[in-house]
C-alpha cells in the first residue's frame, strides 16, 4: 500500500522559509484522483490542515497561511513539497504529509524547530 | 477560518459508550457530508476512523460510528476499551475549499 514520509530540515531559523518533502513509495504521485496534503501539530495542540495539491494541478491553501505557503509535486520524483516562508516560533511543530479525502494516509510526521 | 468545536475532553468506563460532539458552521459541518474522525495515539500519526460523516474504513472496529445533525457531528465509540484511550479529531471540508479540524477531545478511559 502507499506510503509517505517527510524529510527535511529541522532546525529553521526565524525569517527564513521552511522546505519539506513527502516522499510517496508504493504507488504513483500522478496516478488516480488524489489530494497531496499537508498539516501540522504544535506540541500539545491540536492539527491545522496547511494545503493541498490535486493531481489536476490545482493547490487550496488555509487562509491563514496563504501568504506564506507553496505546495507543489515533482512527479519524476513522486515526491510533494511544502514551503513556507517567512516563519517564526509559532510555526514549530510537527508536520504530517497526507493522502486522499479524507485523509486516509498519513507520513510519520517530522518535527520542525524554528529557532535562532 | 475557525476551528470546529470540540469538548476537550470526555471519559467512559470499559464497556459503556461515548459521544464525541464537534460543531461547526453552514459554511462547514453544515453544507457538506464531508466530516470526518481521527484518532490519535501519543507520539502517533492520526488514524483515519470515521469519513463522510458516517463510513468506517477497511480494518476500523464497528464499535466506532458516526452521525450529524444540522451543524453538529458527533463520534460515538461503543463498549470502550482501554485502546481506545487517545485524542480524536473531526475534520470538514468547507465552502472556500478548505479544511478544518476540530480542537482535539482527549478520550480517558477510566
Known amino acids: 500500500q502507499v506510503q509517505l514520509q517527510e524529510s527535511g530540515p529541522g532546525l529553521v531559523k526565524p525569517s527564513q522559509t521552511l522546505s519539506l518533502t513527502c516522499t510517496v513509495s508504493?504507488?504513483?504521485?500522478?496516478?488516480?484522483?488524489?489530494?497531496w496534503t499537508w498539516i501540522r501539530q504544535p506540541a500539545g495542540k491540536g492539527l491545522e490542515w496547511i494545503g493541498r495539491f490535486y493531481t489536476s494541478g490545482t493547490t487550496n491553501y488555509n487562509p491563514s497561511l496563504k501568504s506564506r505557503v507553496t505546495i507543489s509535486v515533482d512527479a519524476s520524483k513522486n515526491q510533494f513539497s511544502l514551503e513556507l516562508s517567512s516563519v517564526t516560533a509559532a510555526d514549530t511543530a510537527v508536520y504530517y504529509c497526507?493522502?486522499?479525502?479524507?485523509?486516509?494516509?498519513w507520513g510519520q510526521g517530522t518535527l520542525v524547530t524554528v529557532s535562532s | 477560518q475557525s476551528a470546529l468545536t470540540q469538548p476537550a475532553s470526555v471519559s467512559g468506563s470499559p464497556g459503556q459508550s461515548i459521544t464525541i460532539s464537534c460543531t461547526g458552521t453552514s459554511s462547514d459541518v453544515g453544507n457538506y457530508n464531508f466530516v470526518s474522525w481521527y484518532q490519535q495515539h501519543p507520539g502517533k500519526a492520526p488514524k483515519l476512523m470515521i469519513y463522510d460523516v458516517s463510513n468506517r474504513p477497511s480494518g476500523v472496529s464497528n464499535r466506532f460510528s458516526g452521525s450529524k445533525s444540522g451543524n453538529t457531528a458527533s463520534l460515538t465509540i461503543s463498549g470502550l476499551q482501554a485502546e481506545d484511550e487517545a485524542d480524536y479529531y473531526c475534520s470538514s471540508y468547507t465552502s472556500i475549499s478548505t479544511w478544518v479540524f476540530g480542537g482535539g477531545t482527549k478520550l480517558t478511559v477510566l
Open positions: 497526507a493522502r486522499g479525502r479524507p485523509f486516509g494516509n
Open positions: 508504493g504507488g504513483s504521485i500522478t496516478s488516480g484522483s488524489y489530494y
